[in-house]
């Protein structure tokens, strides 16, 4: 899964056209629709049983995507339909949380999301947090998740932004394996269709 926040939806565009994305990955949006004037943006190898887009509070147009796949177990005949166990489905959510001076906010959005991934035992919430683990956003997490840079950097700031790590990735149900900062270096080929590098 990879997942993007603040996609515009002239980025979007010119990332469909790249042959990488079209011969292997499934696009929650297609067209740009969620992406205005900004929005989060899932890209998934695995097909994904349903994309879903929830809103919440904001002033700033933030909402949560979620993508639900099956993850193992065996179909349960159930009438015409076939369903299996929340047990056996993967939940993957990606937010762009409010931004600047929104602690409030920040916490009811957390709320939020949490009580929307609770149905199922497996989870992964991702994004742009705006807020760092020393925050007092980080007393609305959900016990039940694990911090995926502290569980293997445990010594490490691992800084995303300004000296700050504002974006996590938090687990339920599932083992962390590795996790590792990538493009900490500029390559000269990254750029956005503008011919600007893209800022982190």
Known sequence: VIA?????????????????????YWVSDSSGTTCVPYGVVMLTKNAPLSFALHHMPTSMGRRALVAKF????EAIPMGDAL???????????????????????????????????AATSHAVL?????FAPSDPESESLDPDYVDAWEAVHPQEQGHTCAGRRIDWVL???????????????????DRD???????S
């Not at 099956?70 to 177990?73: H, L, P």
């Not at 166990?85 to 939020?112: A, G």
């Open 4 to 24: 993007l926040q603040e996609v515009t939806a002239e980025f979007l565009h010119w990332m469909l056209q790249e042959e990488w994305v079209r011969s292997t």
């Open 70 to 73: 099956w993850i193992k177990g």
């Open 83 to 117: 369903a299996k166990s929340q047990h056996d489905v993967l939940q993957v959510c990606t937010v762009h949380l409010e931004s600047l001076d929104s602690t409030p906010t920040r916490h009811l959005q957390l709320q939020l999301v949490f009580s929307r991934l």
């Open 126 to 130: 991702l994004g742009d947090c705006n």
């Open 171 to 189: 687990l339920k149900g599932l083992q962390v394996v590795a996790a590792d900062l990538l493009g900490q270096q500029p390559h000269p080929h």
């Open 193 to 199: 269709p503008k011919g600007q590098l893209a800022p």
